[in-house]
Nanobody
Framework: QVQLVESGGGLVQAGDSLRLSCAAS????????MGWSRQAPGKEREFVAD????????YYLDSVKGRFTISRDNAKNTVYLQMNSLKPEDTAVYYC???????????WGKGTLVTVSS
């Protein structure tokens, strides 16, 4: 079992940056691939980015490529999502996830809200 707690969300203006953090506890953090998904109001949850257990491999939703960066610090049991050049369409609840491999997530946090005003 892995417990995930997101932080760092908030209200920003278009063009601003935010860094989300996800602190993990429970089983060995570096055994898991980690990821971020988001759910905008009235829409289904969508994948945003994920990262391999070592950090060597990452994958992004096309619409965030070049703006968002996922990273992890296995010594701190934390995964990050650096979000630059934010757009109003990035407004969503962002969820952290963990799983046995990239694209396969079994554990989810409760989410943190990001609101981008125009």
């Amino acid at each position: 079992q892995v417990q995930l707690v997101e932080s760092g969300g908030g209200l920003v203006q278009a063009g601003d940056s935010l860094r989300l953090s996800c602190a993990a506890s429970g089983r060995t953090f570096d055994a898991y691939a980690m990821g971020w998904s988001r759910q905008a109001p009235g829409k289904e949850r969508e994948f945003v980015a994920d990262i391999s257990w070592s950090g060597a491999h990452t994958y992004y939703l096309d619409s965030v490529k070049g703006r968002f960066t996922i990273s992890r610090d296995n010594a701190k049991n934390t995964v990050y999502l650096q979000m630059n050049s934010l757009k109003p369409e990035d407004t969503a609840v962002y969820y952290c996830a963990a799983g046995p491999s990239m694209g396969v997530m079994h554990y989810w946090g409760k989410g943190t809200l990001v609101t981008v005003s125009s």
